[in-house]
């Protein structure tokens, strides 16, 4: 999407170790007119498919969730990374491996939340080692609710997180896809 590619470009700062820091629109400030064009494209990707939640990963998921789920005119629920665990059966849970923090932390979602006969799209900000991803896909497996597809922002395809899933057959539509980036230049190519 090149509104995103542009404003990726102009904005977006790449760090050592792969890293894009975008925070300046969104993940930390949030540029919510951007968002609402995002949102826009992942409706007019997922036009004929019938969604009726919206599953994210706080905290920087939900912004952009939300913004999804008023195109879409469905509930977000986002997924809470749990301090401790209170295994009293109404809670679906599971274990993600965070890239930017190196730890493993649990993630939980309520039952009521996610059901049997639930259409769900999972939406994030992004897609890199694809643990977060995982983490999402697994609650709604185990919810036995339905995965109609994955909407993300921006996907680092040089790290192995998209390829991983799309070979499992879950549809992945990434408004951006970074090919490549070059923390002394600066330069970012994405992928057509
Ligand atoms: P994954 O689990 O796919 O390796 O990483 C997904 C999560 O890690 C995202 O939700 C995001 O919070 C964070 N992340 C991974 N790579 C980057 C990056 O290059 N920049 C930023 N800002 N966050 C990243």
Redesign the pocket.
């Known amino acids: 999407m090149k509104l995103l590619e542009d404003r990726i470009r102009r904005d977006g700062v790449v760090?050592a170790g792969?890293?894009?820091?975008?925070?300046s629109f969104?993940?930390h400030q949030l540029d919510p007119a951007l968002f609402m064009e995002l949102a826009k494209e992942w409706k007019r990707l997922y036009e004929g498919t019938e969604i009726n939640k919206i599953l994210t990963?706080e905290a920087?998921?939900i912004a952009l969730a939300t913004a999804a789920g008023l195109e879409f005119g469905v509930p977000v629920v986002f997924a809470k990374k749990a301090q401790s665990i209170n295994l009293d059966g109404e809670m679906l849970t599971t274990k993600?491996?965070?890239?930017?923090h190196g730890r493993v932390y649990d993630v939980i979602v309520s039952k009521k939340y996610l059901k049997p006969g639930d259409r769900v799209l999972i939406i994030?900000?992004?897609?890199?080692?694809?643990?977060?991803?995982?983490?999402l896909i697994s609650l709604v497996e185990s919810s036995g609710a339905a995965l109609t597809g994955v909407g993300i922002a921006?996907e680092?395809g040089f790290?192995p997180?998209g390829a991983l899933i799309r070979s499992r057959g879950v549809r992945v539509e990434s408004l951006a896809i970074v090919e490549s980036m070059d923390e002394n230049t600066g330069e970012i190519i994405f992928r057509n």
């Not at 792969?18 to 925070?23: A, Q």
């Open positions: 760090k792969g890293v894009l820091k975008v925070d969104l993940n990963i920087s998921g993600i491996r965070s890239f930017t994030d900000d992004f897609l890199a080692n694809g643990a977060a991803l995982e983490g921006i680092k790290q997180g």
